[in-house]
């Protein structure tokens, strides 16, 4: 089942609305942090994006996606859903490796169970890392986004499960999908690696 947000209309209107934002002025917290080189379509470099995991607000979910990394399942990963001045979107690890056929990316998770919502007073604003889902409140599985802007209408329907610390400029690169197909990318950029450090 496809990892949506919120309905494409809302979604549209919102990045309308939004227009690129300064760099968030997030301080690494206790961690771990997710590192994420970022490559393109033709397996050249665009730089490295650090996240800074929330274990205290969301450990399960932060558990799935340090095991993910840890297994190299993110490594290869398309942004497949990226829409300009709201999110880029990534982590399906069943259909949205760069090397295969991407057609359904979008549509998987991974072969683990999907998680239980774990919903906190975080707000969403810009570089905030959430979790994916479809409709389903805990459906959540592989798929997480960051956001390119402060969407506070996604508080307290996403797990929120990090915070961008380091390549603001590098998320703001990625290349963009086209709003009329919902942000779907055409020869999307990937994540050619992706580590956990403390």
Known sequence: MRKFLISSAVILSAAAAQAQVAAPSATDGPGPNMVIEVADAAGQPKGKIVLDLFADKAPKHI?????LANSGAYDGVVFHRVIDGFMAQTGDVQHGKHDGDTAQAGMGGSDMPDLAAELSDVTFGAGTVGMARSQSLDSANSQFFIDLAPASFLDGQYTVVGQ?????????AIKKGDQAANGAVDKPDYMAKVTITP
């Open 63 to 67: 558990e799935r996606l340090t095991a």
């Open 164 to 172: 961008l610390v380091e390549g603001w400029d590098v998320l703001n």
